[in-house]
């Protein structure tokens, strides 16, 4: 102790001056004090028993716990009372707890001593704080409420964020089950500047299943069978909790039938057998199997099942081309879509069946150990084939259904099952058709002749144009060689004119047959007199020309064209009477 504190001690005697002190007079202000003496009265109370600074940090202990209040002593003239709120992170407080405290008031207006421990733990709790950082000291911390994306805890009397990936090891779905709980935590990040402070409890857990998880990973082995817990689904699969070990069970090994989603199967912290598939070098990915625990339903088909036998099913694969059907539970067969139906012309099977239709069909091969099945509907049906010659006579008429065609013609179903083609040239007697879709377009009502049938190779020869009378018969008459008629110039070009009479035949007139008599040329709309000078039924074509009527030479051409066709039509009109002759003489002996 310094001479000038002994002196200052010797020249006020604190029971000398609280003895002779008038408490009265000094409170009524009666008696004023000199300031001067009550701060050397202070000093003079200093390093004594029980004097406490306000605002000091000083450690207590709690000597009793009421309903609200905790009782601490803290060895000066009096105790403390700090409400329970203050310790609501500390939830098994017990007296002869020694805590931290901070002096609000040596005295209230009571006279009693004012002590608050959340300012004390305030304080002291950046220290604790970054040392808990530096040395991973494991820090108690109550959950206070829920914030966006985790929750807020008071650690130390400071409120840190704790991410809500960092709660647990698996997904939270529920995150109120945490507040208002005091938990054990690891300070993982410390932003001085914002005294931000952010805790994990996921951290501790890790760091315990860590261990154990070298453990399982040492012990794993192909074909091991392991309980685990369903810890998350998605669309491709389910993750299985092995006990700090983490597997997947991929859709396909959920279950032998087909699955849409593994949530049909499986739903979350479900409890299950798994059996190890197989897994990389480090063992970091395991692959897991559920329906290996289970024998393949092939190896439990009916063993009298053969080819030719009718089965049902139900449809659970949709493609194009083909559908699968589950004639039992994981056994599949592929109905083809020629399969569906005696129709040849092409169709998807979506024509057929949908997703979810009960089917009946007839087994057309079956493999156990490929573990293969082909089905087929159409066989459950007659073939309509069969009794051809009598529905579809050669030369009978019918009307059937445009289903598809080609450059070369028209395919048109008569029933399901039997299509027959038209060709492009037996689909009229005076069009000249580019294209069939320029005469028809699918699903048109087309009334066709059977031309030609072929039972063996399944074909059938349709003509549409046959089941109208020819107008080449008429027209034979009609447009004789060196006949005039009136025509409209419809087209025009290098090679010559395509000319229309007013019954709508046409007729082509080549580019030299356009002359006029002045010396000109026809044009496109002209109208004008034309003479045949060629005709072929056969061909359907007709020549004419203009320049024919004025020129002599060509005339005579005309004149002679027309005198040979009139010696070959009566050539052969003699042959047929010099047979009949012949015929007759024949008779006669």
């Given at each position: 102790m310094s001479e000038e504190t002994k002196n200052t001690a010797e020249a006020v005697n604190p029971a000398q001056f609280l003895a002779t002190f008038n408490w009265h007079k000094y409170e009524e202000g009666i008696d004023e004090v000199d300031e001067s003496k009550l701060q050397e009265f202070e000093k003079a109370l200093e390093g004594t028993?029980?004097?406490?600074?306000?605002?000091?940090?000083?450690?207590?202990?709690?000597?009793?716990?009421?309903?609200?209040?905790?009782?601490?002593?803290?060895?000066?003239?009096?105790?403390?009372?700090i409400s329970l709120n203050e310790f609501r992170y500390n939830p098994n407080l017990a007296v002869g707890d020694k805590v931290e405290v901070l002096v609000d008031k040596r005295e209230d207006s009571s006279g009693q001593l004012v002590l608050s421990h959340k300012k004390a733990r305030v304080i002291k709790a950046w220290d604790r704080?970054?040392?808990?950082?530096?040395?991973?000291?494991?820090?108690?911390?109550?959950v206070k409420c829920r914030t966006r994306g985790g929750m807020i805890v008071d650690v130390f009397?400071?409120?840190?964020?704790?991410?809500?990936?960092?709660?647990?090891?698996?997904?939270?779905?529920?995150?109120?089950?945490?507040?208002?709980?005091?938990m054990e935590f690891k300070v993982v990040k410390i932003n001085h500047e914002f005294k931000n402070v952010v805790v994990s409890h996921k951290a501790l857990i890790e760091a315990d299943l860590e261990d154990q998880k070298r453990e399982i990973i040492g012990q794993l082995e192909k074909g091991q069978v392991l309980e685990g817990i369903v810890k998350n689904i998605t669309s491709y699969g389910v993750f299985v909790d092995l006990g700090g070990v983490d597997g997947l069970v991929h859709i396909t090994d959920l279950s032998w039938s087909r699955i849409n989603h593994p949530n049909e199967v499986v739903e979350l912290d479900q409890k299950l057998n798994?059996?190890?598939?197989?897994?990389?070098d480090n063992k970091s990915r395991i692959q897991l199997g559920l329906k290996q625990l289970s024998a393949h339903p092939w190896e439990a088909l009916n063993s009298e099942l053969k080819v030719g036998d009718k089965v049902k099913g139900k449809v659970v694969v949709l493609a194009d081309y083909g559908a699968f059907v589950e004639v039992e539970e994981g056994v599949e067969g592929l109905i083809h879509v020629s399969e569906m139906s005696w129709s040849t012309h092409l169709r998807s099977a979506q024509d057929f069946v949908k997703v979810g239709d009960e089917v009946e069909a007839q087994i057309l091969t079956l493999d156990r150990e490929e573990r293969k099945m082909s089905l087929g509907m159409k066989q459950l049906h007659p073939d309509p084939w069969t009794d051809i010659t009598t529905k579809y006579p050669v030369?009978?008429?019918?009307?059937?259904?445009?289903r598809n065609y080609t450059n070369f013609g028209v395919f048109v179903e008569l029933e399901e099952g039997i299509d027959g083609l038209v060709y492009i040239s037996d689909l009229s007697w005076t069009k000249k058709i580019k294209h069939p879709s320029d005469f028809v377009t699918v699903g048109d009502q087309l009334e066709v002749q059977v031309l030609e049938l072929d039972v063996e190779n399944r074909k059938l020869n349709l003509g549409h144009k046959q089941t109208q009378d020819n107008p080449w018969d008429a027209h034979e008459a009609t447009y004789k060689i060196g006949s005039m008629h009136e025509g409209t110039i419809k087209e025009k070009n290098d090679k010559g004119a395509t000319v229309v009479f007013a019954d709508g035949v046409e007729?082509?007139?080549?580019?030299?047959?356009?002359?006029?008599?002045?010396?000109?040329k026809l044009a496109k709309g002209d109208e004008a007199k034309f003479q045949v000078t060629e005709f072929s039924k056969e061909y359907r074509r007709i020549v004419v020309s203009h320049t024919s009527i004025f020129r002599e030479e060509e005339q005579k051409n005309i004149k002679a064209a027309a005198a040979k066709a009139q010696d070959v039509e009566k050539t052969t009109l003699g042959d047929i009477g010099g047979l009949a002759e012949l015929k007759k003489k024949m008779e006669g002996k």
């Open positions: 028993v029980g004097f406490v600074n306000e605002r000091d940090v000083i450690e207590g202990e709690v000597v009793r716990i009421t309903d609200r209040d905790a009782i601490i002593d803290i060895n000066s003239k009096s105790e403390g009372v704080v970054n040392n808990a950082h530096e040395t991973g000291e494991i820090v108690n911390g109550f009397g400071i409120e840190a964020f704790l991410p809500g990936s960092q709660i647990d090891v698996k997904p939270i779905r529920d995150y109120d089950q945490y507040v208002e709980k005091t798994v059996v190890i598939l197989d897994f990389d030369g009978s008429k019918h009307t059937g259904t445009v007729a082509f007139a080549p580019t030299r047959f356009l002359e006029k008599e002045d010396g000109g």
